[in-house]
């Protein structure tokens, strides 16, 4: 089993900044890729981005690119999205979700862990 914990939402204005972290317990993560995705009222969840633990590869949403920098850090167990140049259409519950798999996918579906969630909402 891998617990994760999300942190970091809030209410913010369009054009500023962000960090999520999600916090991973119970088990080593070097067979892993970490994602995170993001769910609006009355829509699908979408993938957002996704980081291999080993290795560090990251892969990005087109309507996040250039603004969202996904990370991890080894030593405390955490992935941390960086959101820069936030917009309204952002505005959604975002999650953090383990694959158990070094290949990542965008499909929600292939996540074997999630966490609750953090609202992040952005005002115009």
């Known amino acids: 089993q891998v617990q994760l914990v999300e942190s970091g939402g809030g209410l913010v204005q369009a054009g500023d900044s962000l960090r999520l972290s999600c916090a991973a317990s119970?088990?080593?993560?070097?067979?892993?890729?970490m994602g995170w995705f993001r769910q609006a009222p009355g829509k699908e969840r979408e993938f957002v981005a996704s980081?291999?633990?080993?290795?560090?590869?990251?892969y990005y949403a087109d309507s996040v690119k250039g603004r969202f920098t996904i990370s991890r850090d080894n030593t405390k167990n955490t992935v941390f999205l960086q959101m820069n140049s936030l917009k309204p259409e952002d505005t959604a519950v975002y999650y953090c979700?383990?694959?158990?798999?070094?290949?990542?996918?965008?499909?929600?579906?292939?996540?074997?862990?999630w966490g609750q969630g953090t609202q992040v909402t952005v005002s115009s």
């Open positions: 979700g383990a694959r158990y798999s070094v290949f990542s996918t965008s499909r929600s579906t292939g996540y074997n862990y």
């Open positions: 980081i291999r633990w080993s290795g560090g590869i990251t």
């Open positions: 119970g088990r080593t993560l070097n067979d892993y890729t």
